[in-house]
C-alpha cells in the first residue's frame, strides 16, 4: 500500500512542478499554450521539434528552466516505474490486486479530474505566479517599465498554425488593435524577424508573433481557428474593447 501511496504522491508532485514551470515560463513572455506544452515536453523528454527548441533554449532563463524540469523529470519518472514495481510485486491474492488497483486508477482519476479544472488552474496559477513574484527574481524588468505594464497587460509571443485564424492574412484584414492588441514584432521560420510590423504585413504560418495587450485576451486569440466561429469571436473580443474603452474614457474624465 506504501508503493501505491508513493506513486500517487510522485503523480501530484509531477503536476505541480510542471504547473509551476507553465507559469514560470509564461512570465518570460510565452503564450499559455505553448509554455503548457514546452513544460510537459521537458518533463517527460518528449514532443520537442527542432525549430520550437531552438526558440525556446535560445532564452537563458527559459533554459534553466527548462534543464531543471529535465533533471526531475528524470528523476521522478524513474521512481514512479519503481513504484509501479513495488505495488504489484508483493501481491499475495486476488482481493489484494484489486483493492491496490481500485485505489490506484481512483487516485489517478481524481487527480486527472483536480488537473484539468479550470478553476483550479486558476487559482493554482495565481498562487503561483504571485509566489514567484515574491520569491523570485524571475520578471520582466527589461522591457516591463519601458512599457509600463501593469494590471492585466503583458507582452507574450505566439506562435501561428496553420489553421489558425490569424494565418495568411495581413494585419490590416486582422485589425487586431480594435481588440486592444498590438503586434510589435514577428519572428518569422526562417528567423527573420519583422519589428513593428504594418498593416500590409502578412501573417504566415509559423510566424512567431510578439503581442501587448491584455493576459486575459491571449489565450482566446491563441486558441482561435480560421472560419465563422473564428470571425464571430474576432467581433466579440472588438465589442469587448470599446466597452473597455468607453469605461477607462469615464474613469478618466472623473478624474
Known amino acids: 500500500m506504501i508503493a501505491v501511496v508513493s506513486l500517487l504522491l510522485i503523480l501530484t508532485l509531477s503536476i505541480l512542478i510542471t504547473r509551476i514551470a507553465t507559469v514560470a515560463l509564461t512570465h518570460t513572455g510565452l503564450s499559455r499554450q505553448s509554455a503548457k506544452f514546452q513544460a510537459r515536453s521537458a518533463f517527460t523528454g518528449v514532443g520537442f521539434t527542432k525549430s520550437e527548441s531552438e526558440h525556446v533554449v535560445s532564452h537563458p532563463i527559459r533554459r534553466k528552466i527548462l534543464l531543471f524540469l529535465m533533471l526531475l523529470g528524470n528523476a521522478g519518472i524513474i521512481t514512479a516505474v519503481t513504484s509501479l514495481i513495488l505495488t504489484f510485486v508483493d501481491l499475495k491474492g486476488s482481493s489484494t490486486a484489486a483493492l491496490k488497483i481500485g485505489i490506484l486508477m481512483a487516485g489517478i482519476i481524481a487527480l486527472w479530474a483536480i488537473a484539468s479544472s479550470k478553476l483550479f488552474d486558476r487559482h493554482l496559477s495565481n498562487l503561483i505566479s504571485r509566489f514567484l513574484s515574491r520569491y523570485s527574481r524571475l520578471d520582466v524588468k527589461d522591457y516591463a517599465s519601458l512599457l509600463h505594464l501593469s494590471g492585466e497587460y503583458r507582452i507574450t509571443e505566439m506562435r501561428v498554425a496553420p489553421e489558425d485564424w490569424m494565418a495568411n ?37 509559423d510566424d512567431t508573433l510578439i503581442l501587448y495587450g491584455r493576459a486575459s485576451d491571449f489565450e482566446n486569440l491563441d486558441e482561435r481557428k480560421k472560419g465563422r466561429k473564428g470571425n464571430r469571436e474576432h467581433k466579440a473580443a472588438v465589442d469587448k474593447q470599446k466597452k473597455i474603452a468607453r469605461e477607462e474614457q469615464h474613469k478618466a474624465g472623473e478624474s
Not at 490590416?172 to 514584432?185: A, H, N, P
Open 169 to 205: 492574412r495581413s494585419l490590416k484584414k486582422l485589425k487586431l488593435s480594435d481588440e486592444g492588441v498590438m503586434v510589435l514584432g514577428i519572428t518569422r521560420e526562417n528567423g527573420t524577424f519583422i519589428g513593428a510590423p504594418e498593416g500590409p504585413t502578412k501573417i504566415k504560418p
